[in-house]
T-cell receptor
Framework: GDSVTQMEGPVTLSEEAFLTINCTYT??????LFWYVQYPGEGLQLLLK?????DKGSNKGFEATYRKETTSFHLEKGSVQVSDSAVYFCALSENTGGFKTIFGAGTRLFVKA | DVKVTQSSRYLVKRTGEKVFLECVQD?????MFWYRQDPGLGLRLIYF???????EKGDIPEGYSVSREKKERFSLILESASTNQTSMYLC??????????????FGPGTRLTVL
């Protein structure tokens, strides 16, 4: 079945450091890929998405590119801020049939001032 | 502003009690979901519903049931709460409309503790 694997955390960075959180997936069809973010005490919210191969999703300085050849969707940000401290979830959803979304285990990011 | 609301942020119950968790969305979404979130395990799907009075089991339905009598409301029921159901419960909804790509809209979560 479909699955999502993302790097284990926690990840601890200093402010203005470069961030990469790796995500790889397995899917039988042609999924859409997502990154969700969960700030402390809140539910998840969509950070960015890409719906087909080679698409780049971007939002709030974060980017991720849908790489079909490596089945990856790595999250990057050039300069993190303390306010980016949160848990990040990679996810996929098949575009044809079904309504389910498969989530990775989540990666906790701490950013120090 | 679109919204998914959950009836409680924090809940403490005793083993054996019947527990109701309510979720309401105001986006006229067809699909609604209940997940539980546990450290290191990510989100696991308990049940989902793609229409009023319709429900489908997710990956971990044992010990839970659901009810969807109105389009905007999806309830999760723990028939007899047990300590291993202590968790964060998240409700979400999605549109079936073209272009939605199953983007999920989440409520703030209910942290349930079963003693």
């Amino acid at each position: 079945g479909d699955s999502v694997t993302q790097m284990e955390g926690p990840v601890t960075l200093s402010e203005e450091a470069f961030l990469t959180i790796n995500c790889t997936y397995t899917a039988t069809g042609y999924p859409s890929l997502f990154w969700y973010v969960q700030y402390p005490g809140e539910g998840l919210q969509l950070l960015l998405k890409a719906t087909k191969a080679d698409d780049k999703g971007s939002n709030k300085g974060f980017e991720a590119t849908y790489r079909k050849e490596t089945t990856s969707f790595h999250l990057e940000k050039g300069s993190v801020q303390v306010s980016d401290s949160a848990v990040y979830f990679c996810a996929l959803s098949e575009n044809t049939g079904g309504f389910k979304t498969i989530f990775g285990a989540g990666t906790r990011l701490f950013v120090k001032a | 502003d679109v919204k998914v609301t959950q009836s409680s942020r924090y809940l403490v119950k005793r083993t054996g009690e019947k527990v109701f968790l309510e979720c309401v969305q105001d986006m006229d979404h067809e699909n609604m979901f209940w997940y539980r979130q546990d450290p290191g395990l990510g989100l696991r799907l308990i049940y989902f519903s793609y229409d009023v009075k319709m429900k489908e089991k997710g990956d971990i339905p044992e010990g839970y049931s659901v009810s969807r009598e109105k389009k905007e409301r999806f309830s999760l029921i723990l028939e007899s709460a047990s300590t291993n159901q202590t968790s964060m419960y998240l409700c979400a909804s999605t549109s079936r409309g073209q272009g939605s790509y199953n983007e999920q809209f989440f409520g703030p979560g209910t942290r349930l503790t079963v003693l």
